[in-house]
């Protein structure tokens, strides 16, 4: 008896937790979501990829990939763990950024970050849930800080 209602207390709690997940629906369409995650910079494709990369790491982000072929670097933030009711949170933020060389000169970029939450329960029972921000002054203060970062760099060549 003492084995088994840890399990069935697990299986109930899991299902509980499944049970209170909703699927995403976006609150913005791709125009909107575009209008303030895209930017356009008058530099080298060169400049702003290094100044986007420079700028995840000041923010404290973990690079996992960057490309300069295809333009595209994915990063996460630390993961913060907490302890819920017999179960294990731990959040990060997720990033992307995507760069492209428009003509000589005039390069964009495209940044998108998502909030994830994920809860591990006993016995290896996981659930992960994914939160775009689409804060439109979130994405405006990254930008200042990447055109601050090309202007170090434009002056510095």
Known sequence: MRTILPKV???LLLVFIAGCATEYQPT????????FQKREFET???TAFASVLSVFQDLGYIVDSADFNTGFITAKSPTQNSLGFAVNIMRDTKATAFIEELRPNNTSIRLNFVKTKELSGAYGAKQVQD???EDPKFYED??????QAIFVRSGTQ
């Open 28 to 35: 913005k369409t791709g125009l909107e979501l575009q209008s």
């Open 131 to 133: 939160t775009p921000i």
């Open 142 to 147: 990254v930008f200042a800080k990447i055109q």
């Open 9 to 11: 207390f697990t299986i």
């Open 44 to 46: 080298a494709k060169k």
